[in-house]
């Protein structure tokens, strides 16, 4: 089963991105994902359900520890054409 996860992490910060986001974002870069496309306003990612399930455990505790009060996300199951299913 292939996933693709969406996330944010709260509270912004327009001038520079906040510690949050970084380790974030360095965490979804640095895991075994096929896609990842890192924004300013929000990031996503596709694998295998469990490289996407091990890289969001990472990304929710260490994000949270570096001071996000809130992190967003979304995971959809992908279908064989990559587009989320239902």
Known sequence: MRLRVEF??????LDEAPAHAVVARDVIQGAEL????????GNTAEGGADEVL????ALLRKALEAGATRVSLQVNVLGESGEAVG
């Open 34 to 41: 096929d896609a990842v496309d890192v924004g300013p306003f």
């Open 54 to 57: 091990t890289a969001v455990d």
């Open 8 to 13: 944010t992490t709260e509270p912004f910060d």
